[in-house]
Structures are given as structure tokens and as C-alpha cells.
């Protein structure tokens, strides 16, 4: 198992090999029981990483303070609007500079055409790892975290498992393609059988779609794309349905919202549930449009594992800081 992580940027999980990443959820399954038992493990004692956030945040921001704290270190929050961002300062000179002051930078940008650009430039100049909080095209921490949580539920050999992930209307805002993204990049290389849903207007960036048909390929999984919201959850495993914008389409805000409030009936309620299999866990990465995108009776209910998926976030991160800033050369 590749264990040499010292130094490494995460920016996609498609960047890493299976053996790093299942380093990832051995060293994450390690912390958990150790926080569990009351161990304290400061492997990153007087270390600082910078976390530079374009967009707000609850889980992101405080899983990664919580998590550094936890560790030994100290995490900075810091705001493009506080810093010399804002006046114009390069992703070169900021990388450089934060790169001489502490032992690694973490970045969450979404703006679509922006976030995976910057987070890269910053990552070409830095001296030391960088962390993707989440970006337009990525968040590989939230998808670690989802594959840490469905391990829990079903064991480590997830083959043959049927993950829907299904496009919903939440129509007070434009969110990203990242989550949706991700899932269906790294999910197929781990055993999951993948269908994606969405109505037509919705796909995601053509060339994630066939990078996610190739790994799927390579893996001897299937990924499939309907438009039918009904199939995503038929005889699934695991649900995912959660909204995202028609940025592929169009990048007009108005004609967006407009396009969201088109699928009114895509919603997770106990109907769509009713077609899963019955062991079958429903997550989302929050927060959730409740009573829109999903009802009560489905967030709050038997399937429902989203609390538990919220905490590792905490662990796995906390593996991935511990790999990439405090392990061996």
C-alpha cells in the first residue's frame, strides 16, 4: 500500500492511484477509532495550514479547523476579501508567500471557469501541498468522505453495488458541478455500479462524463446516463440525489433558475426510496434544500445517513492532511 504522500497536492481524486487513496481510508478508519477512544494523535504539532475560502462554508471550514486542532496544528481562515486577493495579488505570489510561513494551503473556489484554475496555479507555484476544499469541477474530500461512510454501512468490498446519483430541483439557487462530478469519477473505481440522472439540460462537463466511462472500463464497472430520475434509485444501494446548476448549458443566472423550477417532480420523497433495495442508504453532502430537493420524512428517516457522512469529512480529511504534511519523503 503506497504510504509516500509527503508533499502531495490533492486537487482530484483521479490524480491519486487506488493504493494511495485506500491509504487515505486506512489511515481515516485509524483516526476515527482513535478519536473514539479518547487517543490523542497531534502528529502535526506546530503546523499551519492555510485555508483560503472564495465561497462560505460550515461543514468544509470547520471539519478542517476541528481537524487540525485535533492533530496538533493550527488552521488560519482567510478570505480573499481580507487578503491581498482582492487588490489584485497573483496566485503566484500568494503561493510563494504562504508556502514560506506554514506546511500547506487548502483553497474551496467555485466560481465556474475559476475555482480548479486558481486552486492549479496555486498548486504550480506552492512549495508545499495543496488542498482542494472544493473548486467548479472537484471536491474530493466530500467524495472520500461518501466512499468512508458507504464502506461503513456495506463492508470494504463495495463491487457490484448500484449508486444512484439523481439531479434534484432546489430552485433558490445555482449550485456546483463538483459533487456530482466527483462521485461518478471515483465511485466506478472502486467496484460501484454508477447511473446518473438528470434532466437534459443538466449534463456535466463532457469530458468528466468520459473519463467516468473509462474508469468504469478500466474498473469492469458499469456508468450509465439516463434522464429518467426513477431509474437512478431503482434496486440502488446507495442514493445520492442532490441539485446542481446548468452551467454546461448556460452560465445566464435568470435562465438557470428558470431551468431548475422546469423539474418540479424531481425531488427525493419515500415514493422514490420505496424503489430501492431495502438496506439501501440515502446520502447528501449538505446542506439540503428541505422540503424541495428532499422531504423530511427522507432526511430524517430510516435510510438517511447524511449525519454520519458529515463527520467523516472530519476523519478523512484529517488522514489526508496527516499523509500529505506530516508523512515520510
Known amino acids: 500500500m503506497q504510504t509516500k504522500l509527503k508533499g502531495r497536492d490533492l486537487i482530484t481524486t483521479q490524480e491519486w492511484s487506488i493504493d494511495e487513496l485506500e491509504t487515505v481510508?486506512?489511515?481515516?478508519?485509524?483516526?476515527?477509532?482513535?478519536?473514539?477512544?479518547?487517543?490523542?494523535?497531534?502528529?502535526?504539532?506546530?503546523?499551519?495550514?492555510?485555508?483560503?475560502?472564495?465561497?462560505?462554508?460550515?461543514?468544509?471550514r470547520n471539519s478542517f479547523e476541528t481537524g487540525m486542532t485535533q492533530l496538533g496544528?493550527?488552521?488560519?481562515?482567510?478570505?480573499p476579501d481580507k487578503?491581498?486577493?482582492?487588490h489584485g495579488e497573483s496566485a503566484k505570489d500568494t503561493a510563494n508567500v504562504l508556502s514560506r510561513y506554514g506546511e500547506a494551503i487548502a483553497i474551496r473556489h467555485c466560481a465556474y471557469g475559476e475555482g480548479n484554475r486558481y486552486v492549479r496555479e496555486v498548486a504550480q507555484y506552492a512549495s508545499v501541498p495543496v488542498i482542494n476544499m472544493q473548486c467548479d469541477v472537484y471536491h474530493p474530500c466530500q467524495i472520500l468522505a461518501d466512499y468512508m461512510t458507504i464502506r461503513e454501512k456495506f463492508g470494504q468490498n463495495t463491487r457490484g453495488l448500484k449508486l444512484g446519483v439523481a439531479w434534484t430541483c432546489a430552485p433558490n439557487y445555482i449550485r456546483p458541478l463538483s459533487v456530482p462530478q466527483s462521485l461518478i469519477l471515483m465511485m466506478p473505481r472502486f467496484g460501484l455500479?454508477?447511473?446518473?440522472?438528470?434532466p437534459p439540460e443538466f449534463r456535466l462537463m463532457p469530458a468528466i462524463e468520459e473519463q467516468a466511462r473509462l474508469n468504469a472500463r478500466d474498473a469492469g464497472t458499469?456508468?450509465?446516463?439516463?434522464?429518467?430520475f426513477d431509474e437512478a434509485f431503482c434496486d440502488a444501494d446507495v442514493v445520492i440525489p442532490k441539485s446542481w446548476g446548468p452551467l454546461v448549458y448556460t452560465q445566464d443566472t435568470k435562465e438557470g433558475l428558470a431551468l431548475i423550477e422546469k423539474y418540479p417532480s424531481w425531488v427525493c420523497d419515500e415514493r422514490a426510496m420505496a424503489l430501492t433495495k431495502k438496506h439501501s442508504i440515502y446520502m447528501h453532502p449538505l446542506p439540503a434544500d428541505r422540503g424541495k430537493e428532499v422531504t423530511d420524512a427522507v432526511i430524517d428517516g430510516p435510510h438517511s445517513v447524511v449525519y454520519d457522512e458529515a463527520e467523516n469529512?472530519?476523519?478523512v480529511q484529517k488522514a489526508v492532511l496527516v499523509l500529505t504534511m506530516g508523512g515520510r519523503l
Open 222 to 228: 458499469k456508468f450509465e446516463i439516463v434522464h429518467d
Open 83 to 86: 487578503m491581498q486577493i482582492s
Open 73 to 79: 496544528g493550527h488552521a488560519i481562515f482567510l478570505s
Open 313 to 315: 469529512r472530519l476523519h
Open 25 to 60: 481510508f486506512s489511515v481515516a478508519f485509524q483516526l476515527k477509532r482513535e478519536h473514539a477512544m479518547g487517543v490523542r494523535h497531534q502528529y502535526l504539532q506546530g503546523q499551519t495550514l492555510y485555508m483560503i475560502f472564495f465561497d462560505s462554508s460550515t461543514r468544509t
Open 193 to 198: 455500479d454508477v447511473t446518473l440522472a438528470y
